[in-house]
């Protein structure tokens, strides 16, 4: 079983979804974030579920889809993977992704 880390950002990138959802129904806004984190989770057994990104070929960074958010994750090691981020699908990643 491989160990899911949440980087700062990626927390970060949580709240802010969360910030953005919650005035209009904090309900929606609480099940998105359970749901995303519930979706990252599937890492521990599955490291390679996403696709590869392949703009940044020197990592093994990879990106799952959950609604109109992406879970960009890098696979650090056999053992380890770093969440970097949730990202809408409209953001480009490579301004938000510092590798």
């Known amino acids: 079983m491989v160990q899911v880390n949440w980087t700062p950002e990626a927390v970060e990138w949580l ?41 940044w070929s020197e990592y093994e960074i990879r990106m799952m889809v959950y609604g109109n958010y992406r879970i960009v994750y890098r696979n650090v090691s056999e053992a ?9 699908g409209a953001m480009d990643l490579a301004k938000y992704l510092d590798l």
């Open 15 to 55: 709240r802010r979804i969360y910030d953005y959802l919650s005035p209009e129904n904090l309900r929606i806004a609480e099940k998105v974030i359970l749901e995303i984190i519930q979706k990252a989770d599937l890492l521990e057994h599955n490291p390679r579920l996403g696709s590869r990104l392949d703009q």
């Open 80 to 88: 380890q993977i770093d969440v970097l981020g949730v990202f809408h």
